[in-house]
């Protein structure tokens, strides 16, 4: 069964910065893709980025030129570093790993969410 576990968030001032960390339990060069995605308060989730297991990465274009999503293949981690962070980038944060289909039943794999609020 893949697993992800996210961790790193927490309470910073605005124009600060975080770096969130997603640790899987299998190669993350095995998985289609992993991507971090987030909810705010009466929105709906939406994607921050994403990376594919070639290394092809995609921004949500409130985030692009902000944040930056790396991977450690040693590590089977995946890491979204936040800079310049913006009272509006407050939400829980989660990753998302996709599961190729001839592994079995299993499509995905949604992390527990790790809280990020940035303070005006």
């Known amino acids: 069964q893949v697993h992800v576990v996210e961790s790193g968030g927490g309470l910073v001032q605005a124009g600060g910065s975080l770096r969130l960390s997603c640790a899987a339990s299998?190669?993350?060069?095995?998985?289609?893709?992993m991507g971090w995605y987030r909810q705010a308060p009466g929105k709906q989730r939406e994607l921050v980025a994403r990376i594919t297991s070639a290394g092809s990465t995609n921004y949500g274009d409130s985030v692009k030129d902000r944040f930056t999503i790396s991977r450690d293949n040693a590590k089977n981690t995946v890491y979204l570093q936040m800079n310049s962070l913006k009272p509006e980038d407050t939400a829980v944060y989660y990753c998302?790993?996709?599961?190729?289909?001839?592994?079995?039943?299993?499509?995905?794999?949604w992390g527990q969410g790790t809280q990020v609020t940035v303070s005006s």
């Open positions: 998302h790993a996709v599961v190729p289909a001839g592994w079995g039943p299993q499509r995905d794999s």
């Open positions: 299998v190669s993350i060069l095995s998985l289609n893709a």
